[in-house]
């Protein structure tokens, strides 16, 4: 089993900056693509950035150049840098791992459980 544990959450000024990070924990053979999603309340959960294991990376259009993602492989550690923060960021951020537990297992997703980002206006 994959467990995901994020951390760095919580209230912020519009404008400020936030830091969260999501350790990967368990019985992992390899980890592939690192994902940060949110949702907010009656919406869809979106991905907001994601980073593949060669380091390629990919930004939704509303969090491009103030956002960014990163990942520490030996320490199975995914981050998201958020900057310039805005009130439509807030929401529910989910890290998502697409991880294998084995060699000759398939390729699964993992979710950590949230951490609220609020920015107050």
């Known amino acids: 089993q994959v467990r995901l544990v994020e951390s760095g959450g919580g209230l912020v000024q519009a404008g400020g900056s936030l830091r969260l990070s999501c350790v990967a924990s368990g019985n992992i053979f390899s980890i592939n693509a690192m994902n940060w999603y949110r949702q907010v309340p009656g919406k869809q959960r979106e991905l907001v950035a994601g980073i593949t294991s060669t380091d390629i990376t990919n930004y939704a259009d509303s969090v491009k150049g103030r956002f960014t993602i990163s990942r520490d492989n030996a320490k199975k550690t995914v981050s998201l840098q958020m900057n310039s923060l805005k009130s439509e960021d807030t929401a529910v951020y989910y890290c998502?791992?697409?991880?294998?537990?084995?060699?000759?297992?398939?390729?699964?997703?993992?979710w950590g459980q949230g951490t609220q980002v609020t920015v107050s206006s």
């Open positions: 998502n791992v697409v991880a294998r537990e084995v060699v000759a297992a398939g390729w699964l997703n993992y």
